[in-house]
């Protein structure tokens, strides 16, 4: 048997046998001198030759050498804590997917292939991010030739994945690399939805949808799973003809049963998105169109009329948008978030269907990201405030120039009272997750996941736009910051440093010395300051929580305060309010009834509205209305509803085996990062 053919069983062998890891100087190396070595790596191996004894010449039962050990993941690379990759040493420019849609299997199947840029002389391997992929091979393609490439996937960290190694022939050089590598997702892969037809609004066809944020799209493909990694990407997918495929790049063909797409501007892995299904648009402007299900996409239309204006104001702000397309796309039910800001495709959530517009801001959100966060993105997670904090803080513009000052200001004091819940509840027992800058060390992203960079991170840039002189001057700043990072991923110190560059010659540097950045990026719990924003509305939502918390239903029922006008925006503050209130005199039944009959709650249509009417019925104890709490947390697993609501009747011990009864029964239709929170919620994770 030659050489090469002796090396190439050993490796099959490594690979079958899960011995990771390793570089085999030796493949005539004895089973017992491998044994030695794997033991001293601390690394299992499984093989029918060898037993505990040494080795054995007759088949024996397949056993591990010993027991792995569970233990802390610590930071999994010197970038980014969540990625075993290597963008010091090499990253990703280009990547190119051919896929196959096997909604019977619910898989993935086909290749991808990376155009890496080597950083560094004599590489000897890459390390991708993988989690339940089945790498079937890898080859480096060179010249025209394509050369096999050993690889080894090690075990799995929980909740995090594992790490796929590609080892590089020997004198490996700077520059361009291209490795292909075939692959299929696992059937649960934690970033992919399946729904069968029973699932969809039209009941006849099947759908699919992604969701990689944050640290997923390592369970759609090998990649450098890490926002400190761009790249492009073109991608060819095969799908059942009669549906259509959608993704975060422009169409470049459809043929039948085969779509096309590509996306030329740098983005990091996280925004890589897929949909298909039996989808049907209706156009919103000159490059906008939303996608949907036949049942609802004129509604969708007429819900999301204003994108076009959102768009050209957040252009205003921000500079030009270099997307090309904003496409809208609402989601089956089950999608976890609000929405996602997909380039050229934003995900949202049916749940922003209220009837009155009143709930678009979340499309305002979303369309901010097309430069915070997209164009200019944090390096890991430990900065997702220079992402969600920058989008919040254009979106409470975005709100203020559609609808005025007043509307901004008190856009943002109704999320101060979302973050005091989010203190009180979700990060009770974690404080320091609510820190602008966290440790991600030994925690993932999603359970790190709040609305603390959101909130806090708006709260301190709306902070220093009043330290440096308001909007006229801090809006400049702006977009001279969103140019200097554009295409670029960043930590808080760059924001820093470009805020010192701007201001530092002007008549606003002595402001500089005023900021205490250890306070604001280190400090546990709500903002430090508080700016001034203008309360004349929020004081409306005050004087009613406080009145409806402290008088009982007989003088309720008399008193003409209570049956003033107010926005839908202020009802939904209000109640939130009520929510955080701590003293509440007589929340009982004839109070809810009460509360329900003033604000016409049960007919309203609005999710944030039914959400915290739910709340308010479980912090009553009103058992004999858990059916009704059950049915709206079954009727969306947005994560912002549904965490919450389980939070709070795990809390009530009469209705918690009726909430974990349910959650067993529903949770396959969730996605992993929901089912994955609310079983930490309700104990039993």
Known sequence: MSVAKRVQQWATFARTWHIYDCTWQNPFESARLVKTHLMGLHKPIYHPMISRRGLSTTLLKTQPIYQVQKRKMGRLGTVDPSSYSQPELITTEHSSFNWKVDFEGTKLQGSVQHRFNVLANNLEKILLDVRDINVKSATLLAGGSEVPINYFISDAVEDMGQKLTLELPAGTAKGSLNVRIDYETSSSASALQWLNPAQTLGKEHPYMFSQCQAIHARSVLPCQDTPSVKFTYEAEVEHPKELTALMSALIEKKTEGKTNFKQEVPIPAYLVAIAIGKLVSRPLGPNSNVWAEEAIVDACAEEFSETSTMLKTASDLCGPYVWKQYDLLVMPPSFPFGGMENPCLTFVTPTLLAGDKSLADVVAHEIAHSWTGNLVTNKNFEHFWLNEGF?????????????????????????????????????????????????????????????????????????????????????????????????????????????????????????????????????????????????????????????????????????????????????????????????????????????????????????????????????????????????????????????????????????????????????????????????KDLGLK
């Open 391 to 679: 989008t919040v803080f254009v979106e409470s513009k975005i709100v203020g120039r559609m609808q005025g000052a007043k509307e901004l200001d008190f856009k943002m004091l109704s999320n101060l009272t979302d973050l005091q819940e989010c203190l009180r509840t979700q990060l009770s027992s974690t404080p320091e997750l609510s820190k602008l800058v966290v440790d991600l060390t030994n925690c993932g992203p999603d359970d790190a996941f709040s609305s603390v960079p959101y909130f806090k991170g708006s709260t301190f840039l709306r902070y220093l736009e009043d330290l440096f002189g308001g909007p006229s001057f801090f809006e400049p700043f702006l977009r001279d910051y969103l140019k200097k990072y554009a295409y670029k991923s960043i930590e808080t110190n760059d924001f820093k440093q470009a805020l010192y560059e701007y201001f530092k010659d002007g008549d606003k540097k002595d402001k500089l010395t005023e900021v205490d950045w250890q306070l604001w990026l280190t400090s546990e719990g709500m903002p430090p300051i508080i700016p001034k924003f203008d309360e004349s509305l929020v004081n409306v939502t005050k004087n009613l929580a406080k009145l409806w918390s402290s008088k009982s239903v007989a003088e309720l029922s008399d008193n003409a305060d209570i049956k003033q006008k107010i926005s839908i925006h202020q009802l939904i503050d209000f109640l939130g309010k009520l929510i955080e209130t701590a003293d509440f005199v007589d929340l009982n039944e004839a109070k809810i009834e009460l509360l329900e009959k003033t604000y016409n709650l049960q007919n309203s249509k609005n999710a944030e509205v039914r959400f915290r009417l739910n709340r308010l019925i479980i912090r009553a104890r009103l058992i004999n209305r858990l059916d009704e709490i059950i049915e709206f947390a079954n009727s969306n697993f947005r994560m912002k509803f549904c965490r919450p609501i389980y939070r709070d009747l795990a809390a009530w011990p009469e209705a918690k085996p009726a909430a974990v009864k349910n959650f067993l029964s529903v949770k396959d239709q969730m996605m992993t990062v929901c089912v994955h929170t609310i079983e």
